[in-house]
């Protein structure tokens, strides 16, 4: 039974080790024969005994040195499992940041996306470097550096970006004053803003509603790219450059130490970093629980292409974005607005809303949004919201064609008062989520840090 069960064995080590290497290791039961008879049962023993084994351990080391075995981190049965030294989860612009960063290093990275291309917030946003609404301190430095890492990255990459700049409309006294005390700060002073009256408005966008509005803020700190293309264009660059690998129709099911496991099969990854936007329920779902975060639904529309090449120029925002951004936060004068508006458009409060618009590369324009929170939200559109949007927008601009192409909703993670949400929720593995509603400002900021905390050396683009 013995000699049949060796044989068995034997058939097992050809089958997965290869011939050679099945041989090397056949050899290896007369030296444990030798020790089990000396030690354990007490047969008499001679020096040559000892030496007979000695060919037999070089042997073995000659075959080991000639047949390398996969790292030891790859377990058993899986040698033939791609290894990088990063793995990204989800190829939104977060995901991407962190890629460019890595592949710009010279690090390995692979990307796994659910989708067949990026499908998520950072394709259904106004494309919005919002330098400008960023309070002074950490947020607009941070803001900046991003601003520096996307101007590289679109010049590479061919994405359409330019300088468009932003202009808050004001229609009532409450929001000239917000307009004007902040304008007057000296933590702004290096932004280049500038109040304007009614008039001087109208040099600055067109189809201005001039009889409705009193004044206006203009800040050049504000850039416009193309989210429509961004994230597609970044990805043929990454692979076509820099050698980054993507899985798209890719869905990763679980992440360990080391490890990615995915609808095509297991990866291995020094490192992992889960950037799933407002996913949290595939992946550490309790970890997320525990933070508290949850999603923010917006609501969002585009115009027909506007006819006769007409320019809308800027980004376009009112009083309702006055008392939403944080840049206006420790504006004295902003109470009394917030006043103001709990009467006079307590609807588009209770909505979430605030109107931005601005046009894209092929003359639509992009006009949103709305907020509404929480865990489970339905994915219905509300024809109301679409209707006080407008009616907010109209009191500010006359559009050339106002028929509406394109409405669709958008999700992020929120978290009030935090910009960014880091877990480590395994070793080697980091889950990040930018959860105050302006990744594309900031995504390439949180990534350097993310990567640097990492250690993975990586030269930031300055
Ligand atoms: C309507 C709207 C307007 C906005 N406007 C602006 C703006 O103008 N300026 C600004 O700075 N920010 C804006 N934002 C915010 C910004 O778009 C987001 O902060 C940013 O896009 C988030 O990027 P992300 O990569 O984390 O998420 P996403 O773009 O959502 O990407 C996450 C990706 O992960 C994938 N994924 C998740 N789980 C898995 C899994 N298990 N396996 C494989 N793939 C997975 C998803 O399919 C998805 O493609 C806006 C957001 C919305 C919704």
């Not at 007369?30 to 001679?46: F, H, Q, T």
């Not at 508290?292 to 506007?306: A, E, G, K, S, W």
């Not at 929170?373 to 509300?382: I, V």
């Amino acid at each position: 039974m013995a000699t049949g069960l060796a044989y068995i064995i034997c058939y097992y080590n050809l089958d997965k080790l290869g011939a050679v290497c099945a041989c090397s290791v056949a050899c290896i039961p007369p030296v444990v024969a030798i020790v089990i008879g000396v030690y354990l049962v007490g047969e008499k023993s001679d020096p040559v005994e000892y030496l007979k084994a000695v060919p037999t351990f070089g042997r073995c080391r000659f075959v080991e040195h000639k047949n390398p075995q996969p790292v030891s981190r790859v377990p058993i049965g899986d040698e033939h499992m791609q290894q990088v030294d990063l793995a990204i989860v989800g190829a939104g612009i977060v995901g991407l940041a962190h890629a460019v960063h890595a592949a710009l290093a010279g690090l390995s990275v692979a990307v796994f996306e659910r989708d067949p291309a990026a499908d998520g917030a950072s394709v259904r946003n106004f494309g919005m470097l919002a330098v400008a609404a960023q309070p002074p301190g950490r947020q607009l430095d941070d803001a900046r550096r991003a601003l520096r890492c996307w101007a590289y990255v679109a010049q590479q990459a061919e994405i359409e970006m330019q300088r468009s700049g932003c202009l808050f409309l004001a229609r009532q006294p409450e929001e000239m004053n917000v307009l004007e005390e902040y304008a007057a700060r000296e933590d702004v002073a290096d932004q280049g803003v500038r109040v304007l009256t009614g008039v001087e408005c109208d040099g600055y966008a067109a189809n201005l509603r001039s009889d409705n509005i009193v004044g206006g803020l203009w800040s050049p700190e504000v850039w416009k790219v193309d989210q429509r293309q961004a994230a597609a264009k970044m990805v043929e660059w990454l692979a076509r450059e820099h050698g980054v690998s993507f899985h798209f129709s890719t869905e990763v099911l679980a992440v360990g130490a080391s490890r990615v496991e995915t609808s095509a099969g297991s990866f291995g990854a020094e490192q992992v970093v889960v950037c799933g936007g407002d996913e949290f329920a595939t992946l550490f779902p309790q970890a997320f629980r525990e933070t508290q975060v949850v999603r923010c639904r917006l609501q969002m529309l585009r115009t027909n292409p506007q006819p006769g090449g007409w320019q809308l120029k800027p980004f376009i925002l009112g009083g309702l974005s006055m008392t939403r951004y944080a840049a206006f936060a420790s504006c004295s004068s902003l109470p009394d607005l917030i006043e103001r508006q709990t009467e006079s458009h307590a609807a588009h409060l209770a909505h979430g809303i605030h109107v931005i618009a601005c046009q894209e590369a092929d003359g639509s324009v992009t006009i949103g949004d709305s907020h509404v929170y929480g865990d489970a939200l339905d994915e219905e559109r509300s024809d109301i919201i679409d209707r006080l949007i407008l009616a907010d927008l109209a009191g500010m601009i006359s559009l050339p064609d106002t028929r509406i192409a394109q409405r669709w909703l958008g999700h992020y993670a929120h978290l009030p008062g935090t910009r960014v949400l880091k877990l480590k929720p395994a070793k080697g593995v980091t889950a990040v989520t930018v959860t105050n509603g302006q990744g594309m400002t900031h995504a390439f900021a949180i990534a350097a840090d993310i990567l640097n905390e990492l250690g993975l050396q990586i030269n930031e683009i300055r």
